[in-house]
């Protein structure tokens, strides 16, 4: 069955700092690896995807994950944080190749002034 | 293009009264999807539809959960009767078929059942 892990519920870093979210999945097959993006009282916005191909992904509002198969990761970064970007942050995982795909908990990204 | 619009953004209600969802996705997205969002839970998805066609709907409570999208186009969700464990933000979304899955999603109902 296929599963995805987000460490740490709330994550909080400096404005201007890096910020890094933390994915792993299961999975018996190459995945869809997926990061959503949601902002209080709003649906989810999807920031970046990995199919097939490079496994650095390049995503909106400079935000970038890497795809790592012998880690069975797919963390979320920014190389500077902004304020804008508090909000909560979803990984999601497809591995049968259908229109499923399964949520993590979420992380809820606070930006410290 | 306008996304995946729902009504209405918030409802209150009282137990074992009946509550129903509505969503249209974004014009030509064949493929729509429920999904319950509980506080502090990601979306787990209730009912896909292909058109007008439920092809899985393995996580709805059918006792008490409905959902028609009669003409493969707008979808509602309806509960009877609702119950306090039901208090969750219902989301619509939609995609394209054999577009690697990428799904909008519309704002979200939220849902306090009292």
């Known amino acids: 069955a296929q599963s995805v892990t987000q460490l740490g519920s709330h994550v909080s870093v400096s404005e201007g700092a890096l910020v890094l979210l933390r994915c792993n999945y299961s999975?018996?097959?190459?995945?869809?690896l997926f990061w959503y993006v949601q902002y209080p009282n709003q649906g989810l916005q999807l920031l970046l995807k990995?199919?097939?191909?490079?496994?650095l992904v390049k995503g909106i509002n400079g935000f970038e994950a890497e795809f790592k198969k012998s880690e069975t990761s797919f963390h979320l970064t920014k190389p500077s944080a902004h304020m804008s970007d508090a909000a909560e942050y979803f990984c999601?995982?497809?591995?049968?190749?259908?229109?499923?795909?399964?949520f993590g908990k979420g992380t809820r990204l606070h930006i410290l002034p | 293009e306008a996304g995946v619009v729902q009504s209405p953004r918030y409802k209150i209600i009282e137990k074992k009264q009946p509550v129903a969802f509505w969503c249209n996705p974004i014009?030509?997205?064949?493929?729509l999807y429920w999904y319950r969002q509980n506080l502090g839970q990601g979306p787990e998805l209730l009912i896909r539809?292909?058109?007008?066609?439920?092809?899985?709907d393995s996580q709805l409570p059918k006792d008490r959960f409905s959902a028609e999208r009669l003409k493969g186009v707008d979808s509602t969700l309806k509960i009877q009767p609702a119950e306090l464990g039901d208090s969750a933000v219902y989301l619509c979304?939609?995609?394209?078929?054999?577009?690697?899955?990428?799904?909008?999603f519309g704002p979200g109902t939220r849902l306090t059942v009292l």
């Open positions: 979304a939609s995609s394209l078929r054999q577009q690697y899955n990428e799904q909008f």
């Open positions: 999975s018996s097959v190459p995945p869809y």
């Open positions: 990995y199919t097939t191909g490079a496994t």
């Open positions: 999601a995982v497809n591995t049968n190749r259908d229109d499923k795909i399964i």
């Open positions: 014009s030509g997205h064949n493929t």
């Open positions: 539809y292909e058109n007008e066609e439920a092809v899985d």
